[in-house]
């Protein structure tokens, strides 16, 4: 998995150690994502299915696209689409996308990088894999997440910001057998590149086999935990996590992983992904894709999409 690391990760700075008195997050819940295609066709895993929202507010939707090893002519992407009243996420740990949007975002997705996209009051893009790529194939492993907005600021003006790879704030633990990359907001006093309107907490992190690590976790956000690849657990009571399976983390101040002392062969260590974020506690109306707080609400974005009051196609779109 080709996304940000280091040789030697104990040149980077440590984890902070939880404080005293600090508790370890219990587990609530553990759910496996079934699967399902979206786009063109692209395989996804349904990493939300089965969880409350309650659990998962500030978040709505979350998509592990792959991992595939797509054959020559295979790989596939999205068409041009609409989207208002949150922010979407594109994390490429493998393969390639290229974005495009109405407002004159767009780049180049690959190799952990990120795309953070505010629809706002209302934006159209496209993802979709480079020519190149559809003539030969190859790996393709990606995230799509959907982060809310409260309805204050639904209407907010659309942006697009392009997270490089190298831009990622790397920590390891303190034995240097695990690498934490924070894509958006912090861990203690180190915090990612990501610029949110709710306030989150985006990590992926590395654990090598036999490892453990311990995260500080602000404990007025919420704790998910989801892992990409390998086996492990989670919890001081080590709950089994698998490849494909979310954890919801209740009450306290850090997340404890552990990474099963042997992984299979397609992975080296364990892949997880954890986020949080200040729950927004209000009514959510969701349908395709609009995330709004009422019917009404989406009535009307699905009226100013077809007025075309939602963007452009641009002239040199891909």
Do not use: C
């Given at each position: 998995?080709?996304?940000?690391?280091?040789?030697?990760?104990?040149?980077?700075?440590?984890?902070?150690?939880?404080r005293d008195g600090a508790r370890a997050r219990r587990v609530?819940?553990?759910?496996?994502?079934?699967?399902?295609?979206?786009?063109?066709?692209?395989?996804?895993?349904?990493?939300?299915?089965?969880?409350?929202?309650?659990?998962?507010?500030?978040?709505?939707?979350?998509?592990?696209?792959?991992?595939?090893?797509?054959?020559?002519?295979?790989?596939?992407?999205?068409?041009?689409?609409?989207?208002?009243?949150?922010?979407?996420?594109?994390?490429?740990?493998?393969?390639?996308?290229?974005?495009?949007?109405?407002?004159?975002?767009?780049?180049?997705?690959?190799?952990?990088?990120?795309?953070?996209?505010?629809?706002?009051?209302?934006?159209?893009?496209?993802?979709?894999?480079?020519?190149?790529?559809?003539?030969?194939?190859?790996?393709?492993?990606?995230?799509?997440?959907?982060?809310?907005?409260?309805?204050?600021?639904?209407?907010?003006?659309?942006?697009?910001?392009?997270?490089?790879?190298?831009?990622?704030?790397?920590?390891?633990?303190?034995?240097?057998?695990?690498?934490?990359?924070?894509?958006?907001?912090?861990?203690?006093?180190?915090?990612?590149?990501?610029?949110?309107?709710?306030?989150?907490?985006?990590?992926?992190?590395?654990?090598?086999?036999?490892?453990?690590?311990?995260?500080?976790?602000?404990?007025?956000?919420?704790?998910?935990?989801?892992?990409?690849?390998?086996?492990?657990?989670?919890?001081?009571?080590?709950?089994?996590?698998?490849?494909?399976?979310?954890?919801?983390?209740?009450?306290?101040?850090?997340?404890?992983?552990?990474?099963?002392?042997?992984?299979?062969?397609?992975?080296?260590?364990?892949?997880?992904?954890?986020?949080?974020?200040?729950?927004?506690?209000?009514?959510?109306?969701?349908?395709?894709?609009?995330?709004?707080?009422?019917?009404?609400?989406?009535?009307?974005?699905?009226?100013?999409?077809?007025?075309?009051?939602?963007?452009?196609?641009?002239?040199?779109?891909?």
């Amino acid at each position: 998995m080709p996304a940000i690391t280091v040789d030697n990760p104990l040149e980077l700075p440590k984890v902070a150690a939880p404080r005293d008195g600090a508790r370890a997050r219990r587990v609530k819940s553990i759910t496996t994502a079934p699967r399902g295609l979206e786009g063109e066709g692209f395989p996804v895993r349904r990493a939300f299915a089965g969880i409350d929202l309650a659990d998962l507010d500030p978040f709505v939707h979350m998509d592990q696209m792959g991992e595939i090893d797509y054959g020559p002519g295979e790989p596939k992407g999205t068409p041009w689409h609409p989207h208002r009243g949150f922010e979407t996420v594109t994390y490429m740990m493998e393969g390639t996308f290229l974005h495009q949007d109405s407002i004159g975002g767009g780049g180049v997705i690959e190799n952990g990088a990120t795309q953070w996209m505010t629809a706002g009051a209302g934006i159209l893009h496209i993802e979709r894999p480079p020519d190149a790529l559809i003539d030969s194939g190859g790996l393709f492993h990606g995230i799509q997440l959907w982060v809310n907005l409260p309805a204050k600021l639904k209407m907010t003006t659309p942006r697009y910001q392009d997270i490089g790879a190298q831009a990622v704030a790397l920590l390891t633990n303190d034995h240097g057998d695990a690498v934490v990359r924070i894509i958006a907001g912090a861990l203690g006093e180190f915090a990612g590149p990501g610029s949110t309107h709710t306030p989150i907490t985006l990590v992926h992190a590395t654990i090598m086999p036999g490892a453990n690590l311990v995260l500080p976790w602000n404990p007025a956000y919420n704790a998910l935990t989801y892992v990409l690849q390998g086996g492990g657990s989670v919890g001081l009571d080590r709950v089994a996590l698998n490849e494909g399976q979310m954890a919801v983390n209740v009450d306290g101040d850090y997340v404890v992983l552990a990474a099963n002392d042997t992984q299979d062969s397609r992975t080296s260590a364990y892949e997880v992904l954890i986020l949080g974020g200040e729950p927004i506690r209000e009514p959510v109306a969701a349908y395709g894709p609009f995330v709004m707080n009422t019917k009404d609400e989406l009535q009307k974005a699905f009226e100013d999409y077809q007025a075309g009051r939602l963007g452009q196609i641009p002239a040199n779109h891909i």
